[in-house]
């Protein structure tokens, strides 16, 4: 985990020692409170604990340092009840480093887009859509048809219509505007992101403390304000949603899609830019990103921060980001890295969390049960980095026996395999303490078991050429006033 997170750099230097810098192995969900600090226009920023609201849980697996960080604000942007989530996978030698800086620093820079774009949207300036230098929407190709065309990433209503198209209306904008209070339009939140997300790579291009040239970090990130979900996400991190399905079983609705190198908008997009996408021979089912002259890195997402030798052959930091209205039947929501949707599958994931007793425990018997998943699943296999945070939308969750009783869990996006494997059985659900054990028994094994990655997100590190240093390091020059 990192050193800092507050509202500005300044600040955020001055809060040390909270967490260790070269990665904490467990970061607990602790019942009540936590370490909570003040960010930007007052809110509360958590990088551990849990409240009425929420729960948080990192720990790290068996490949070395904890890469996995995550970060939840209350209040953010100075509106009573509103949430920001992130969970964050670093990835490369220095991923970490990375992953604590987009933590630490993407929430602070997201509310100051958002405040700037409602003060231009006030004075009848607003542009709503962050344009390149050639005067093109930014991420506008990348983020069209990037969708597996089996996944639907908003409901559909009876007639196969996607809700979606609907909510983009008039109306649903108007609405928009009377709920949040500000003269913020869907679109505008949706550029609030994207902007958020690209300054943020650059400023971390331009870090010379971070080498994140073959490094990086996914991020999927959700603002919850209202009744209203806004998700953004970059890489194969995910946000899943929990509704009530009609015999009040727990429903996952997949909210991100992985953003892979197997989808073929993404491919596209790497192979247009010269960049390679093919999975190697041991590893068929793995699609990797490789430079067009050498087999390397081999990253094994479509979308990161940072891995700026990948940068000019196709790999972007322009976030996916996709809206959902919350309806009375919904529940909670789960962002999580890739080392526990590995292991479990999003009916898995929901029923967990729906059974566990205490809110404030959600996330860390998640990982719980992750833990025990990929010892089943892939023995002999080291366990990947965890984290987790759960954000519950209700003041109260109703009891119900079909939590613990029910087997199955349909998914209109996504097909997953019925719940009641051993990874999520009754048994471990009415003892908690046995799948917590496994959390202790893997952290005194770690150390000392042996195992292969299943999956690396890297294979090799490249080494950086002449013309890219030379690009970099022009970039770090500052511009003259009146210089060409």
């Known amino acids: 985990m990192g050193a800092c ?138 983020r069209r048809g990037s969708n597996p065309g089996d996944l639907d990433l908003v409901d559909k209503d009876d007639s196969g219509q996607e809700n979606g198209e609907k909510e983009r209306s008039d109306d649903v904008r108007d609405s928009w505007e009377e709920d949040f209070g500000h003269d913020m339009l869907l679109s505008s939140w949706e550029a609030s992101f994207v902007k958020s997300f690209k300054e943020i790579d650059e400023e971390l291009s331009l870090d010379s403390s971070i080498d994140s040239f073959c490094s990086g970090s996914t991020a999927v990130t959700m603002i919850k304000q209202g009744d209203h979900l806004v998700i953004a996400n970059l890489g194969d991190s995910r946000a899943v949603l929990c509704t009530r399905g009609q015999k009040n079983q727990p429903v996952p609705i997949q909210l991100t899609v992985d953003l892979k190198p197997n989808i073929k908008s993404e491919a596209d997009r790497i192979k247009k830019c010269k960049g390679r996408v093919f999975a190697m021979d041991e590893e068929p089912e793995v699609f990797r990103v490789w430079l067009p002259d050498e087999n390397c890195p081999g990253l094994a997402m479509a979308r990161a921060f940072g891995d700026f030798c ?60 992750a833990v025990l998943a990929w010892k089943t699943k892939y023995p002999g296999c080291k366990i990947d980095d965890c984290a987790v945070v759960c954000l519950f939308l209700k003041n109260c969750r109703p009891r119900s026996q079909s939590v613990v009783n029910n087997t199955s869990g349909g998914n209109p996006g996504r097909q997953d395999n019925a719940v009641g494997q051993k990874s999520g059985s009754n048994e471990s659900e009415a003892n908690p303490d046995t799948v917590l054990a496994a959390i202790t028994d893997d952290a005194e094994e770690s150390s000392t078991v042996d195992g292969v990655s299943r999956v690396d997100s890297l294979i090799r590190v490249p080494r950086p050429k002449a013309a890219v240093l030379s690009r970099r390091n022009s970039a770090k020059k500052p511009k003259h006033i009146g210089a060409p």
């Open 310 to 369: 990948l940068k000019d052959y196709g790999l972007i930091s322009t976030p996916e980001v996709s809206y959902r209205k919350l309806t009375p039947d919904d529940e909670f929501v789960v962002l999580a890295t890739d080392g526990v949707w590995d292991a479990l599958s999003n009916a898995e994931v929901v029923r967990i969390v729906a059974s566990t007793r205490k809110r404030s425990m959600a996330a860390k018997l998640l990982v719980a049960h």
């Open 5 to 142: 997170c507050s509202s500005s750099h300044e600040a955020g230097r001055d809060w040390v020692g909270m967490v260790n810098e070269e990665g904490d192995d467990e970061v607990e969900g602790v019942e009540e409170g936590g370490v909570v600090r003040e960010g930007d226009h007052g809110a509360r920023v958590r990088l551990r604990g849990a409240n009425d609201s929420c729960s948080m849980f990192c720990k790290r697996g068996r490949k070395g340092i904890n890469q996995d960080t995550l970060t939840v604000w209350e209040d953010f942007n100075g509106e009573k009840g509103a949430f920001f989530c992130g969970v964050f996978d670093g990835h490369g030698p220095a991923g970490h480093r990375v992953a604590q800086h987009v933590r630490d620093q993407l929430p602070s820079k997201l509310s100051s887009v958002i405040q700037s774009l409602q003060n231009r949207g006030s004075r009848g300036d607003l542009d709503l859509v962050d344009k390149d230098d050639d005067g093109q929407e930014n991420g506008e190709k990348e």
